[in-house]
């Protein structure tokens, strides 16, 4: 199965990246920054070699390029986007049958770079696509060494990065999706080649048997999925395509374990799907994909969207990125227009909250946090209980005044009808009860990266305790 997604290219050196377009009129800047770090990195990720509509002298000519700019240092080589390029360059070459000597030591240089640059200060994701490279190449090469180290890396992290319930450590359903991926890529053409190691063949087909369990658990009936900290459209294959792949390996984990580790928790009936977060900030140690979102939410009404989460558009450090890991940007409770964990710079995190399940059950769900603690002097606890057609959620923050926000999809016709109620036409009606002051205002949806929809937020003012019942037609 091919990774179709990450941009697209044309002959005439136009590159289409996460919803923006650039043409190099006579030469590709490879190290080009117009529209920042991760736009370049797609430039040189290469997953455009996939493309049928790109003939085979104009890829050739490109990585010709590239190879070129690495080699004279107008482009710097650097563990990730390398790991990338490499995968995409050796799955083109696997596909040719004339293979350009040039192209292929540019592959096992890069290789070897990787090998003396591996992201072990990083660790994460990163660590995990450093690995993914440095086995399949060192399959493509027969080079004991790398195919060593990359077992090494993929044993240790993934026994550390796969949680108890499937969920990647990240707790970002997108970088889930682009992990599960790779282990499903590995998986497919590890079982042919002739010195594979049964153990670790063994080992990373489990992995991938948890990890399809949490996407089924956290995939909505309509196959979108929750954008829980730094998720995004069009980045990751869809749910289903993984869910085919996985069949298509043989891969069943027979019945769906429920989400624990990840701190995810999941409620429904046959009317709507609601994903509470009721986890810690993760991981501890390489925060950088985390939102301040304890207690937030995400509901479905009828296959639909309703109660969203924003997303994320960029990952540039300024006002927006800041915004869209805030806590106001969530569906949960500000106090005094703080966070309750502490971020900043991007992909930084200071001091963070704690959160703690009190009670769970079928139909119930309380949780605390302890973000507002040293600011205010008091915690955050929100209660949900679950029926047929109705979700009655409780938030007590003691003695303080705050802020409650809903984030409803931008396809929600929203109106007000008195003080405390508010109508979503075809899926529903939000009764509050204990506010000051209820608006709507508009935010920005991100839908996709560097793309926005216009849609309403409920605001709700209140002192000590708000109750709200979330009705759902049925």
Request: net charge negative; hydrophobic share 35%.
């Amino acid at each position: 199965m091919k990774n179709s997604l990450g941009g697209s290219a044309k002959a005439d050196r136009t590159f289409y990246f996460l919803n923006l377009s650039h043409n190099f009129s006579d030469q590709i800047d490879w190290n080009y920054q117009g529209y920042g770090k991760l736009w370049n990195y797609n430039l040189q990720y290469f997953n455009y070699l996939n493309q049928n509509s790109l003939n085979i002298e104009t890829k050739n000519s490109w990585l010709l390029e590239i190879t070129d700019w690495l080699s004279d240092g107008r482009l710097k080589l650097e563990p990730y986007p390398v790991s990338i390029r490499i995968m995409n360059m050796i799955r083109y070459c696997s596909s040719q049958n004339e293979l350009n000597p040039k192209i292929v030591s540019s592959i096992y240089r890069q290789t070897k770079y990787l090998s003396d640059h591996l992201e072990y200060h990083l660790l994460g994701n990163h660590l995990l696509e450093n690995g993914f490279a440095m086995i399949m190449s060192g399959y493509a090469f027969r080079e004991k060494a790398w195919k060593i180290t990359a077992e090494k890396i993929l044993f240790k992290e993934l026994d550390e990065q796969v949680l108890d319930d499937g969920g990647h450590f990240e707790l970002s359903p997108m970088y889930h999706q682009i992990i599960l991926f790779r282990i499903l890529e590995l998986i497919d053409w590890y079982t042919e080649v002739e010195d594979q190691n049964p153990r670790f063949l063994e080992f990373i087909q489990q992995k991938a048997i948890k990890m399809l369990n949490w996407l089924k658990n956290m995939t909505f009936l309509n196959g979108d999925i929750p954008h829980f900290n730094d998720s995004s459209i069009g980045i990751a294959l869809d749910s289903s395509l993984l869910f085919e792949y996985g069949q298509k390996l043989g891969l069943s984990g027979g019945s769906t374990s429920k989400l624990k580790g990840s701190g995810y928790r999941k409620f429904g009936s046959g009317i709507y799907e609601c994903i509470v977060d009721v986890g810690a900030v993760g991981p501890s140690y390489q925060p950088g994909h985390s939102h301040a979102d304890a207690l937030s939410l995400v509901l479905y009404a009828n296959q639909k969207p309703f109660i969203v989460d924003i997303g994320t558009s960029t990952y540039q450090i300024g006002e927006i990125r800041s915004q869209e890991r805030s806590t106001a940007a969530h569906n949960t409770v500000t106090i005094g227009g703080a966070n309750q964990s502490e971020v900043w710079g991007g992909f930084r995190v200071g001091k963070r909250a704690k959160v703690k399940v009190i009670r769970e059950s079928d139909s119930q769900l309380v949780a605390d946090h302890d973000g507002y603690l040293n600011n205010f002097g008091v915690l955050h606890q929100r209660s949900f209980i679950f029926a047929t057609d109705k979700i009655e959620i409780f938030d007590d923050i003691g003695t303080s005044s705050g802020v409650l926000s809903f984030h409803f999809h931008p396809d929600c016709i929203v109106k007000v009808l008195d003080e405390k109620i508010v109508v979503i036409e075809g899926i529903g009606r939000i009764v509050l009860e204990n506010i000051s002051n209820l608006s709507l205002v508009q935010y920005d949806y991100a839908n996709g990266y560097n793309n926005y929809i216009k849609a309403n937020k409920l605001v709700a003012n209140f002192r000590n305790s708000v109750k709200t019942s979330i009705h759902v037609n049925n």
